[in-house]
């Protein structure tokens, strides 16, 4: 069991940066699987990237190359450091982790501006 809280949202004009923070209240060291979803409005959510406890990373084709996953399992945190954002990257995104059982964030809002 596990509980999730997403931060680092934000307004940040096209081509900027932002990098959100997912703080777990346990060790994520034996989570296999954490990963970033989006939710855009009116799509439905999609997987943006995931990352093991071995640290292999896979990421959407829409983000890959702007986007890196990675973890700190000394302060129980997976991060998203997003660059050279566009505005087709606005959504609600958020935090998952595997266990026996799904368990999910409650979101950050990221904006993306023209």
């Known amino acids: 069991q596990v509980q999730l809280v997403e931060s680092g949202g934000g307004l940040v004009q096209a081509g900027g940066s932002l990098r959100l923070s997912c703080a777990a209240s346990?060790?994520?060291?034996?989570?296999?699987?954490m990963g970033w979803y989006r939710q855009a409005p009116g799509k439905q959510r999609e997987l943006v990237a995931v990352i093991t406890s071995g640290g292999g990373t896979n990421y959407a084709d829409s983000v890959k190359g702007r986007f890196t996953i990675s973890r700190d399992n000394a302060k129980n945190t997976v991060y998203l450091q997003m660059n050279s954002l566009k505005p087709e990257d606005t959504a609600v995104y958020y935090c998952r982790a595997e266990l026996r059982l799904i368990y999910w964030g409650q979101g950050t809002q990221v904006t993306v501006s023209s």
């Open positions: 346990r060790s994520i060291s034996s989570i296999n699987f």
